[in-house]
């Protein structure tokens, strides 16, 4: 039993790794496709007075809300889900719960995505910062 539970944790900890690798590389993706997508817009605030480091902030905001809003829609669907999970299979376990993660792992989830949203959105960051303002003057 103890082997084959270090070898089911092994597994776990595997697919853990490969989905938040996946989950880094398509925020990463998906932010610096942003920045390109509004490189004009960027270069205009920045013509505008605002500084490099409120530019830099943008795709950082950006990341951080989407990692929140999916936390929050991830953290609600497990909720509804062990609600049904715990009612099919009350009765053959007298009313034991099945389907419970505690508090600190949630929070502990949550501050990953977070961590790994922060992570993903630097790269452009750095670019939303090196975009030009003339840039804007140029394409008139």
Do not use: N, W
Request: charged share 15%; with cysteine; hydrophobic share 60%.
């Amino acid at each position: 039993v103890t082997a084959l539970d270090r070898s089911l944790t092994v597994i776990f900890a595997l697919i853990a790794v490969s989905a938040g690798a996946g989950f880094m590389a398509a925020t990463a993706s998906s932010v610096m496709a942003s920045v390109r997508r509004k490189d004009k817009h960027l270069a205009m605030i920045r013509l505008l007075g605002f500084s490099s480091t409120a530019v830099r902030l943008f795709p950082v905001v950006q990341s951080l809300a989407t990692a929140l809003a999916g936390c929050l829609l991830a953290f609600g669907v497990y909720g509804s889900i062990a609600l049904l999970i715990d009612s099919l299979f009350s009765e053959a376990l007298y009313g034991e719960v099945v389907c419970r993660l505690p508090a600190h792992h949630l929070a502990a989830v949550f501050c990953l995505v977070l961590l790994l949203s922060l992570l993903a959105s630097i790269q452009a960051s750095l670019r939303a910062a090196r975009i030009d303002p003339s840039h804007v003057l140029r394409e008139l």
